[in-house]
């Protein structure tokens, strides 16, 4: 009999699509990592199960402890996950502004949820990070895993995300694509490459952010912008500058108009980030040859961004389809 004895075996080691119709004009072969394949339908679910393990080891995460951590998204539905499995509680801090399908999301696995004021300012004591660093202390056995700053964020891209692509492509992988979040994935990933192709004749592979146009990793001041999950207002330590070689800057608008073509003509459901990071693949391929091989990493699924990328109106709003005028971002924010 072939089967899984948990879903934390179903963790990684996901597949690679080569990308045959965004790429025309495009000689070198361009591969997408398609992270939605995870149990979770995230990237995320990596670190989640290695964030959670180094803290058993290490004796930070007690049996039958809580992980309490600020998120709402993908980190939290591989935390929620991992947990139920291995037996902890979670309660995650979310702000009033996540969408209550999200918030569904991690009641469904079990998770708590504790929903914050989004107007107060950070050092109010009901603010988001205030919450959660008072739910950490008054918790017994409470664990909060800080992706930001925790080691295990970019080690375990380091042990799996990049051995698999190394394997995956035989060794042939040139170009590394992907968007920076916490940085994990990036430093993780792109350190192992770079080790592994040091001495190759070809060339060690070479490693390329994508940004939000906006975000201080592409040399902005933090402006909003609306692809999620990736650019930041200040530098996580989980993010090593010195492995990237190239970063890339991405508009909303390209990121949204890619992440529907994606859908539509290689049928790859997937999220806005992923669409910012083949713009920016595609553009680290541009004058490339037929012997490069160029892997974009697609964090996570499509099916969290119907409302938004998905839908017409939504888009119209911003002026991101084709002929849409539309009012900018700074207009909708406001
Ligand atoms: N895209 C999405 C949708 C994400 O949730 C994340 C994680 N914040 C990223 C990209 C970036 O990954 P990382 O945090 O490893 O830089």
Redesign the pocket.
């Known amino acids: 009999m072939q089967f899984h004895d948990s879903m934390i075996s179903l963790v990684g080691n996901t597949p690679l699509l080569r990308l045959r119709s965004v790429t025309s004009g495009i000689q070198a072969t361009v591969l997408a990592k398609v992270e939605y394949f995870n149990p979770g339908g ?3 679910d990596r ?1 989640a199960l290695r964030m959670i393990e180094a803290a058993e080891r290490s004796g930070e995460l007690r049996p039958g402890g809580t992980i309490v951590e600020p998120t709402s ?3 939290g539905v591989g935390l929620a996950i991992v947990a139920q499995q291995k037996g902890y509680k979670c309660v995650f801090v979310c702000p009033d502004k996540v969408s209550t399908d999200k918030i569904n999301v991690l009641r469904a696995y079990g998770a708590e949820v504790v929903v914050c004021p989004t107007a107060v300012d950070p050092d109010h004591p009901d603010s988001y990070y205030n919450v959660s660093d008072r739910l950490v202390r008054e918790t017994p056995d409470a664990w909060k895993p800080d ?1 930001y700053s925790n080691p295990n ?1 970019p080690r375990s ?1 380091y042990e799996t995300t990049g051995p698999e692509l190394w394997e995956q492509t035989d060794g042939r992988i040139t170009h590394f694509v ?9 430093s993780g990933t792109g350190r192992f490459l770079k080790e592994i192709s040091a001495d190759r004749a070809s060339g060690p592979v070479r490693i390329v952010g994508a940004d939000p146009e906006g975000s201080v990793y592409s040399g902005g001041s933090g402006r909003p912008y609306l692809v ?3 650019g930041e207002d200040f530098w996580p330590t ?2 090593d500058r010195t492995v990237t070689d190239d970063i890339i800057g991405v508009s909303d608008k390209d990121s949204f108009q890619m992440t529907r073509r994606l859908a539509k003509e290689e049928g790859l459901l997937v ?4 669409g910012m990071a083949v713009v920016a693949a595609l553009k680290a391929a541009e004058g490339l040859g037929p012997d490069d091989v160029v892997v974009v990493l697609l ?2 699924s499509g099916r969290g961004y119907l409302s938004k990328i998905f839908n017409d109106e939504w888009m119209n709003d911003y002026g991101f389809l084709e002929h849409g005028g539309g009012a900018t971002v700074g207009d909708v924010l406001r």
């Open positions: 995230s990237v995320k670190i998204g993908n980190t992706q964020n891209h992907a968007g920076i979040g916490t940085g994990g994935t990036i999620e999950g990736v989980a993010y999220g806005g980030s992923c964090p996570d």
